[in-house]
């Protein structure tokens, strides 16, 4: 039987592509997002199944996960991928709402999401959780420090898990994407990565085989030298 999968972020970009990849590879996905129509057509589209919420919630975030369990019978694999990085400012302009905003998001969602999942996995000591992170965690940028911050923390808080989830034989993957070419920013940037590219890394580390754990991959557009 397939592995079941639940994505967060598969109403656009790289977690759109990656649903429509693995629905045609035949596993059973379960993809949220917060914009209904998108949701609906992904769902239209690849036979996916879903439900909205808005990840800055925690409490949405928790009873997502429930959802997916529930729709999905059981969730073999969790892609957090949901992420935003909608204020670039230098230290000095950050509002409080910033930092709340985006460690709500691409930090505390994930958390929880992991923390559910693991829970779950443990007890059938098995599954797989990735962690959609940056290759932001890898350098340092001016005007990037809200987002910086979310990622470094979710890289830290990823690497923790991965040893406590080996434990139990739950797979842990952080994936650090370079630039792509998505609705992330407003303006288009056909030199980085297609959202299906950035997607298609995701599934090859969902598809190693089973004797394979892969703990980073880090990949980025050519044009990419934050190296
Ligand atoms: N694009 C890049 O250059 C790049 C590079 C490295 C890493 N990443 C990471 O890759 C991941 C996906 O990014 P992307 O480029 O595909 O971005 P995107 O096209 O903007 O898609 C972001 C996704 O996250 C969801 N999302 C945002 N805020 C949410 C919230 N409050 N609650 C629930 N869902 C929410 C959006 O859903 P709705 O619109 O339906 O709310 C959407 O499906 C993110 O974690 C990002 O940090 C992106």
């Given at each position: 039987?397939?592995?079941?999968?639940?994505?967060?972020?598969?109403?656009?970009?790289?977690?759109?592509?990656?649903?429509?990849?693995?629905?045609?590879?035949?596993?059973?996905?379960?993809?949220?997002?917060?914009?209904?129509?998108?949701?609906?057509?992904?769902?239209?589209?690849?036979?996916?199944?879903?439900?909205?919420?808005?990840?800055?919630?925690?409490?949405?975030?928790?009873?997502?996960?429930?959802?997916?369990?529930?729709?999905?019978?059981?969730?073999?694999?969790?892609?957090?991928?949901?992420?935003?990085?909608?204020?670039?400012?230098?230290?000095?302009?950050?509002?409080?709402?910033?930092?709340?905003?985006?460690?709500?998001?691409?930090?505390?969602?994930?958390?929880?999401?992991?923390?559910?999942?693991?829970?779950?996995?443990?007890?059938?000591?098995?599954?797989?959780?990735?962690?959609?992170v940056s290759t932001i965690a890898k350098t340092a940028q001016?005007?990037y420090?809200?987002?910086s911050?979310?990622k470094y923390?979710?890289m830290?808080?990823?690497?923790?898990?991965?040893?406590?989830?080996?434990?139990?034989?739950?797979?842990?993957?952080a994936v650090y994407p370079g630039?792509?070419?998505?609705?992330?920013?407003?303006?288009?940037?056909?030199?980085?990565?297609?959202?299906?590219?950035?997607?298609?890394?995701?599934?090859?580390?969902?598809?190693?085989?089973?004797?394979?754990?892969?703990?980073d991959l880090t990949y980025r557009?050519?044009?990419e030298s934050n190296f």
């Open positions: 039987m397939k592995k079941t999968v639940f994505i967060t972020g598969a109403t656009r970009g790289i977690g759109r592509e990656l649903t429509k990849q693995l629905a045609a590879l035949g596993f059973p996905v379960f993809g949220t997002g917060r914009d209904e129509a998108r949701l609906e057509s992904l769902k239209a589209e690849t036979g996916c199944l879903g439900a909205v919420a808005d990840l800055s919630d925690p409490g949405q975030a928790v009873e997502i996960y429930r959802r997916a369990r529930a729709a999905l019978g059981r969730v073999d694999i969790l892609v957090n991928n949901a992420g935003l990085n909608n204020r670039k400012a230098p230290v000095p302009e950050i509002e409080l709402a910033d930092w709340e905003l985006q460690y709500a998001v691409n930090l505390r969602a994930p958390m929880l999401l992991c923390r559910e999942a693991l829970r779950d996995m443990a007890g059938r000591r098995a599954g797989h959780i990735v962690n959609v001016p005007n420090s809200i987002y911050t979310m923390g979710l830290g808080f990823t690497k923790c898990l991965a040893k406590e989830a080996r434990e139990v034989d739950v797979k842990v993957t630039g792509t070419d998505t609705d992330f920013r407003t303006e288009e940037r056909p030199e980085y990565l297609l959202a299906e590219s950035a997607a298609k890394m995701i599934v090859h580390c969902i598809t190693a085989p089973d004797d394979v754990v892969v703990h557009p050519m044009v």
